[in-house]
T-cell receptor, first 113, second 112 residues
Framework: DTEVTQTPKHLVMGMTNKKSLKCEQHMGHRAMYWYKQKAKKPPELMFVYSYEKLSINESVPSRFSPECPNSSLLNLHLHALQPEDSALYLC????????????FGPGTRLTVT | RKEVEQDPGPFNVPEGATVAFNCTYSNSASQSFFWYRQDCRKEPKLLMSVYSSGNEDGRFTAQLNRASQYISLLIRDSKLSDSATYLCVVTGGYSSASKIIFGSGTRLSIRP
């Protein structure tokens, strides 16, 4: 089973709202990732968790706050977003970081109004 | 120079044709290489890893040329369902921190 699940599939939020995106995998992977993807662009890496610890933050604004409650779950907390943050947010996991294949979830399509 | 470069295409080829595209990378210390395909408004899906010895999976063949710093993907007997954007991914680098770089993608369109 190479499934990564993400909820919700779609999210519309105002600039003053607080919301969370959720990601789950049961493949025993120890690395999990958040990506942001705009239309016709490749995914941009935001955060990497390795063994439930944040190992990479690609200079992401603090209005995005990741959390890894356990080895299977990854959350992305959103607060005071801007319209330009509207994008597809993808979660991925891999056995470990670096040289391992990543498996992506279907993404959450976020619209900030 | 971008760290990972791909010809954006689109490549528009007839069904049954053979098509190939490359992905060049600038960091000679890069360690691992992958091809993903992404359909419109869907997530990237792993197509294949690229090994030093090359690898083949059915109609798909991937090669790595470390001397010239590029990877390639060859699709034989192309099908309509092969229409997608193909993303190369290069990982690893000088430091121990993860370095994951996506190419900008090559759009492939197969026509009947």
């Amino acid at each position: 089973d190479t499934e990564v699940t993400q909820t919700p599939k779609h999210l519309v939020m105002g600039m003053t709202n607080k919301k969370s995106l959720k990601c789950e995998q049961h493949m025993g992977h120890r690395a999990m990732y958040w990506y942001k993807q705009k239309a016709k662009k490749p995914p941009e890496l935001m955060f990497v968790y390795s063994y439930e610890k944040l190992s990479i933050n690609e200079s992401v604004p603090s209005r995005f706050s990741p959390e890894c409650p356990n080895s299977s779950l990854l959350n992305l907390h959103l607060h005071a977003l801007q319209p330009e943050d509207s994008a597809l947010y993808l979660c991925a996991s891999s056995l470990m970081t670096d040289s391992y294949e990543q498996y992506f979830g279907p993404g959450t399509r976020l619209t900030v109004t | 120079r971008k760290e990972v470069e791909q010809d954006p295409g689109p490549f528009n080829v007839p069904e049954g044709a053979t098509v190939a595209f490359n992905c060049t990378y600038s960091n000679s210390a890069s360690q691992s290489f992958f091809w993903y395909r992404q359909d419109c408004r869907k997530e990237p899906k792993l197509l294949m890893s690229v090994y030093s010895s090359g690898n083949e999976d059915g109609r798909f063949t991937a090669q790595l040329n470390r001397a010239s710093q590029y990877i390639s993907l060859l699709i034989r007997d192309s099908k309509l369902s092969d229409s997608a954007t193909y993303l190369c991914v290069v990982t690893g680098g000088y430091s121990s921190a993860s370095k994951i770089i996506f190419g900008s993608g090559t759009r492939l369109s197969i026509r009947p």
